[in-house]
C-alpha cells in the first residue's frame, strides 16, 4: 500500500512541475526521478530511468512499452545496470509478474557504440556473487512445455548474449533471426524457442537487451561517436511517442462517464413488437449501452475502470482485448442449479433476478471479483452472459450507474479494434474450475 501511495505523490508531484500536457516526456520524468525526488546519481544512489522497449507479442506485433532502469554504475570500462521490464502484456494481470536483470555492456576503447559488447547478464546474483537483485518473473517451468525450466533456459539461452556486441544484436528482428548459436559442437538439436516454451518470452530477452544499448548510447562516454548520436535522436523521438500515449491517457481520465444506459436508444422489447422502445435506465442489455464497439477506445486506459471479460479461460485464450481480466461467469458465478447440486462450484444457483448463494463467502467473492468502488466495464461474446451477470449484481446491491455492458468480444472483430486484440488460436486451454475452503449454505436437494 505504501509503494501505491509512494507512486500516486511522486506522479501527482512530477505533474505538477510540468507546464502542460504536451510538456510531459519520460524526459521530464527521469530528470525529476534523478534530482527532486532525490532518487537518482548523488551520494548514496545512482541515476534511475524510464526507457522505451519494442515490446513484441506472441504474434510479433510490436509495440512501444516500457522498461525501467533503477541502478546505473559506471566502472572503469563498463557500465552496470539493472533493468525491469516485463515479457508477456497478453497474461492476465495476476499472473504477470515483472523480470528484473543485471546487464553490463562495456564502454569500448573504440568509443564506438558498435563495439560496445555484453559483458555479464542475469537474472539472480550480479557479477560480483555478492548481491541478489535480479529477479525471473517469467513461467517456471512453462505451461506449455513443462520441460523448459528457467535452469535450462539460464544455461542454455542466456550465454549466448554475453560477448556479443551491440553490431551484432542490434538489428535481429526476433530470435528467428539467430542463426549462429545451434552450430556450435553439442548445439545442433538446441531450438531458442524451446527454452522457454514461448517465443514472446525469449524475443522480449533480446528486445530488453536492445533497449539497454539504446540507453547505453545515452551515456557521455559516446559523446564523440555519430552512430551514438543517431540512436539517441532515435531514443528521443521514442520519448516523445511513449509521451504522448501518457498524454491520451491523462486526457481520457478526464472524460466525464456516461450513465450506463443511453436513454436516446432504442431497442424491440419483443421480436414480433412494430415499434421500438426507448432505452430506459436499468437496461442492462448491449443495444442500450452508452459504451460500445463505436466509442470504447475514447475511455480504455483509466484507473477508475475495471475492465473485463467473463467468458471462460478456453475462448478468453483465442482472442481478446489487450488488458481485460478473465472472471468466467458460467463456470465460476451463475449455474441456475448451484444451490442444488454440491458438486458444482459456481457462486449462485436460482434465476439471475433473484440469485440464491450457495456459500457464507459468495458475496464477499463477488466484490472481490467485481468491486464496489470502481466503475466496471463488462463484456462477453454477444453481451448477453454480461446482461444476466448484471442482473445478479444488482439483486445483490451494486449501484449499477458504474456498471456497463459493452457488449461482446463479437462486436469487436474489426479493423478498429485490430492494435488491441490478442490473437492466439494456437492456445488451447482445458480449465478446471473449483472453490475451495468455502461454507456452503444452500440446502443440498
Known amino acids: 500500500m505504501f509503494k501505491k501511495i509512494f507512486a500516486c505523490v511522486l506522479l501527482v508531484a512530477m505533474l505538477a512541475s510540468v507546464a502542460s500536457a504536451e510538456e510531459l516526456s519520460l524526459s521530464a520524468i527521469n530528470n525529476f526521478l534523478n534530482t527532486s525526488a532525490k532518487l537518482g546519481e548523488g551520494s548514496k544512489a545512482n541515476p534511475v530511468a524510464v526507457i522505451p522497449i519494442n515490446h513484441i507479442d506472441g504474434p510479433k506485433e510490436e509495440d512501444l512499452f516500457y522498461a525501467f532502469v533503477p541502478f546505473k554504475y559506471v566502472a572503469r570500462n563498463y557500465i552496470k545496470y539493472q533493468v525491469t521490464f516485463i515479457s508477456c502484456t497478453c497474461r492476465p494481470a495476476d499472473l504477470n509478474v515483472w523480470s528484473t536483470a543485471y546487464v553490463e555492456l562495456t564502454l569500448p576503447a573504440s568509443g564506438k557504440i558498435k563495439d560496445a559488447a555484453v559483458r555479464f547478464f542475469s537474472f539472480d546474483s550480479d557479477s560480483t556473487k555478492h548481491y541478489l537483485g535480479g529477479f525471473w518473473g517469467d513461467s517456471n517451468p512453462s505451461p506449455i512445455a513443462p ?182 461467469y458460467l463456470s465460476l458465478i451463475f449455474n441456475a442449479n448451484a444451490d442444488k447440486d454440491p458438486s458444482l462450484p459456481q457462486l449462485y444457483g436460482g434465476t439471475t433476478d433473484n440469485p440464491v448463494p450457495v456459500y457464507k463467502e459468495s458475496d464477499e467473492i463477488l466484490a472481490a471479483l467485481f468491486p464496489k468502488n470502481k466503475n466496471i466495464f463488462l463484456m462477453c461474446q454477444g453481451g448477453g452472459r454480461v446482461n444476466n451477470l448484471m442482473k445478479i449484481l444488482n439483486a445483490r446491491g451494486w449501484d449499477m450507474s458504474k456498471v456497463y455492458n459493452i457488449g461482446g468480444m463479437a462486436h469487436y472483430a474489426t479493423p478498429a479494434y485490430k492494435d488491441i486484440t490478442t490473437d492466439t488460436p494456437e492456445v488451447i486451454i482445458k480449465a478446471s474450475y473449483t472453490f475451495e475452503g468455502l461454507t456452503r449454505v444452500a440446502p443440498e436437494k
Open 147 to 328: 520441460t523448459a525450466t528457467y535452469e535450462k533456459f539460464k544455461a542454455e539461452m542466456m550465454p549466448y548474449y554475453v560477448g556479443k556486441t551491440y553490431a551484432q544484436l542490434g538489428g535481429l528482428g526476433t530470435i528467428d533471426d539467430i542463426k549462429d548459436y545451434a552450430e556450435g559442437e553439442g548445439r545442433a538439436d538446441l531450438k531458442l524457442d524451446a527454452w522457454t516454451g514461448a517465443t514472446v518470452s525469449a524475443n522480449n530477452i533480446l528486445r530488453a537487451i536492445q533497449a539497454m544499448f539504446n540507453y547505453h548510447a545515452t551515456d557521455s562516454f559516446f559523446d564523440a561517436d555519430p552512430e551514438a548520436q543517431a540512436m539517441r535522436a532515435i531514443f528521443e523521438s521514442e520519448r516523445k511517442a511513449a509521451a504522448s500515449q501518457v498524454a491520451a491517457v491523462a486526457s481520457a481520465e478526464k472524460i466525464e462517464l456516461p450513465a450506463p444506459v443511453d436513454t436516446k436508444k432504442t431497442y424491440k422489447a419483443n421480436k414480433d413488437d412494430t415499434e421500438e422502445t426507448v432505452c430506459e435506465p436499468g437496461n442492462f442489455g448491449p443495444t442500450c449501452s452508452a459504451i460500445n464497439n463505436e466509442n470504447l477506445r475514447a475511455y480504455l486506459g483509466r484507473s477508475d475502470v475495471m475492465y473485463i471479460d467473463i467468458r471462460d479461460y478456453e475462448d478468453y485464450a483465442k482472442k481478446h482485448l489487450r488488458n481485460f481480466e478473465c472472471v468466467p
